[in-house]
C-alpha cells in the first residue's frame, strides 16, 4: 500500500515549533470514565489520534453521545441513554486498541453485563490481561469465554475488596479504579501503579464524585459511591509525545520547542536526558530541547514504573544512544520484548547487542526467562538510510527518528500505526523541517 509508506530523506536537523496535547494514555480512559455518571461530562485538551476514535466508537454503540464542545479539542460526553449494544458491533473494534478492557466495571455496573471483543495493542511482549480479569472477579463479576470474545456478568451489585497486584500494572490499577468507585464498600489496592495518567483519572473521577485516596506506599483506597455526575476537565499533556520529540531533536542534532510539554511528568526523562548530553530549558508553556554540540555520553539506563524511566521513552532515547560515545546499557524491566525495534536500527548501521541477562542494574521478572530485555550500544554510529517497517507505535516513531538521523532515504513502512498515538505527526514533521513525502501512487 502505497500511501502507507513514507520516503524520509535524512540528515537534516528538525528545527523549530510543535505542540503536544492531551495524553494518549490518559484521555480514552477518561472517556470511559465518562460512562460512569449520569450527567455529560466535558473533556478538554483532547488530542485527534486513533486510539480515541475508537473509544468514541465503542462509547456511541453503547448509547453515549459523543460531540464536539466550544474550544477545540474539547469533546461532550453524554451518557444519559446507556444501552446494551450489539456484539457484531462490538467485534468489528477487535484488535484496535487496548481500552475496550476498560469497559467492564463501568457496563457492569450501567448494564449488568460487558461485551469485550479481541484486544490489539502494541507488540512489545505477551500482554496478558489475567490481572483485569481477577480483579474484575474479586469484584463479583462473572466471566465467560466465548469464541467472539469474553462475556462478563454482574449478578448482583459489585462489592469492594481488597486487591494486591502482582506487579503495579497500569491497565489493572484503572480497571480497579474504574469498577470500585460504584462498588458497594471500600475497595483497597495494593501495588498499584501511579504514572501520572493514573492520577489524572483520579482527578477526573473525584470531579465527578468518587471518593479515592493513595497512600505513599502505592496503596489506592477507593470508598464506593451510589451515583457519579460529570466532570469538566482538562488532560494532562503527553509526557511520552514530548520526549518522543525532545528524543528526536538530540538525535537530529536539532533544536524543538515542544509546546504544551509539562516538567513535572516529565523530571526523570528530563535528568536522563541531561546526563546524555541533551539541553533543555523549561517556561510556562512547553520545553525547548537542543543538541547543544559536541559529543553526546552514553548511559546506563533501566525502565521501570513510574517514578522511575517511562518505558515508552525508551525506545525513542535509543536512537539518540546510537550518536553517543561509548557503551550505553538499557535495561527494559516492563516489557519483555520492547528491545526488538532494534535490530532495523543496527541494519542502518547502530551497533546494538541485545542479552537476556539483567544488565546494570536491579534483577527483573525477565532475567530468568530468557527474553532479550537488556541492551549494549556502542556509539556514536552512522546511520544510513534503509527499508523500515513499523514493528509497534514507539518503535515506529524511533524509526522516523533514525531514518531522519541518518544519511540518504529510507522507506518507512507502515506509518499508519504511528496515527493511533501521535496527532498530525506529519504535519509536525514538516514544520520542523524535515524532509519526508507520501510516494505517489501508481497508476493502474
Ligand atoms: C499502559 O499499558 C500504556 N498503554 C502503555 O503505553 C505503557 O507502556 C504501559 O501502560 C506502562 O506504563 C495505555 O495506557 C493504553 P501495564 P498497559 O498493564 O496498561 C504485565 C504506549 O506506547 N501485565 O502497566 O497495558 C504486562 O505484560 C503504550 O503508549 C500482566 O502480566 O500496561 C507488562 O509486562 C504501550 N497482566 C506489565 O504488566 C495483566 O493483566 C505492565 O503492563 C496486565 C499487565
Known amino acids: 500500500m502505497t500511501d502507507d509508506v513514507l520516503l524520509v530523506h535524512g540528515g537534516t536537523p528538525l528545527e523549530g515549533e510543535i505542540r503536544v496535547r492531551g495524553a494518549k494514555n490518559l484521555v480514552p480512559k477518561a472517556m470511559v470514565a465518562a460512562l460512569l455518571g449520569d450527567e455529560p461530562s466535558r473533556l478538554r485538551n483532547v488530542p485527534d489520534i486513533r486510539d480515541v476514535r475508537v473509544v468514541r466508537g465503542l462509547l456511541q454503540l453503547h448509547g453515549v453521545t459523543v460531540g464536539p464542545g466550544e474550544e477545540a479539542g474539547e469533546l461532550v460526553l453524554d451518557p444519559s441513554h446507556v444501552e446494551s449494544a450489539n456484539v457484531a458491533d462490538i467485534d468489528a473494534h477487535a484488535g484496535s486498541s487496548r481500552i475496550p478492557i476498560l469497559f467492564c466495571g463501568p457496563l457492569l455496573h450501567r448494564l449488568g453485563h460487558a461485551f469485550i471483543p479481541g484486544l490489539g495493542g502494541c507488540d512489545i511482549g505477551g500482554r496478558p490481561i489475567d490481572f483485569h480479569f481477577e480483579v474484575l472477579r474479586q469484584f463479583g463479576a462473572t466471566i465467560e469465554k466465548r469464541p467472539e470474545g469474553q462475556y462478563l ?18 491497565g489493572a490499577t484503572e480497571q480497579v479504579l474504574l469498577t470500585a468507585v460504584l462498588a ?67 538525535a537530529t542534532k536539532g533544536d524543538v520547542y515542544v509546546r504544551g510539554a509539562s516538567q513535572r511528568e516529565m523530571m526523570t526523562f528530563l ?78 548501521g ?54 531522519l538521523a541518518a544519511q540518504g532515504t529510507s522507506h518507512v513502512h507502515g506509518i499508519d500505526l504511528i496515527n493511533r498515538g501521535y496527532e498530525n505527526f506529519m504535519d509536525k514533521l514538516r514544520a520542523l523541517g524535515a524532509h519526508v513525502e507520501l510516494p505517489a501512487p501508481v497508476e493502474s
Not at 153 to 167: C, D, F, M, N, V
Not at 301 to 326: I, K, N, Y
Not at 375 to 403: C, E, H, M, W
Open 153 to 170: 456478568e454482574a449478578p448482583q451489585r459489585l462489592r469492594g475488596t481488597k486487591i494486591r497486584l502482582p506487579y503495579p500494572s497500569v
Open 271 to 348: 535528568n536522563t536526558f541531561r546526563r546524555v548530553g541533551g539541553a533543555f530549558e523549561v517556561d510556562d508553556a512547553g520545553i525547548r530541547f537542543w543538541h547543544p554540540g559536541g559529543p553526546l555520553n552514553a548511559i546506563a539506563l533501566e525502565t521501570d514504573v513510574h517514578p522511575g524511566f517511562q518505558t515508552d521513552w525508551q525506545q525513542p532515547l535509543v536512537v539518540a544512544l546510537t550518536q553517543a560515545s561509548g557503551l550505553s546499557i538499557v535495561h527494559e524491566t516492563v516489557y519483555e520484548s520492547r528491545l526488538g525495534f532494534t535490530s532495523a536500527l543496527n541494519q542502518m
Open 350 to 403: 547502530a551497533h546494538i547487542q541485545l542479552y537476556s541477562e539483567c544488565l546494570g542494574g536491579t534483577p527483573c521478572r525477565f532475567g530468568r526467562r530468557n527474553f532479550l530485555h537488556s541492551a549494549v550500544v556502542s556509539g556514536p554510529t552512522k546511520l544510513q538510510g534503509a527499508n523500515l517497517v513499523i514493528p509497534d507505535l514507539r518503535g515506529g516513531f524511533s524509526y522516523l527518528i533514525a531514518a
Open 184 to 250: 458497594e464498600g471500600v475497595t483497597e489496592l495494593a501495588n498499584a501503579a501511579v504514572e501520572p495518567e493514573i492520577e489524572d483519572l483520579i482527578c477526573v473521577l473525584q470531579k465527578m464524585g468518587a471518593i479515592i485516596s493513595m497512600d505513599t506506599d502505592r496503596t489506592i483506597r477507593i470508598t464506593g459511591v451510589d451515583r457519579l455526575g460529570g466532570f469538566n476537565h482538562r488532560a494532562l499533556p503527553d509526557r511520552l509525545e514530548s520526549a518522543s520529540w525532545a528524543s528526536a531533536a538530540l
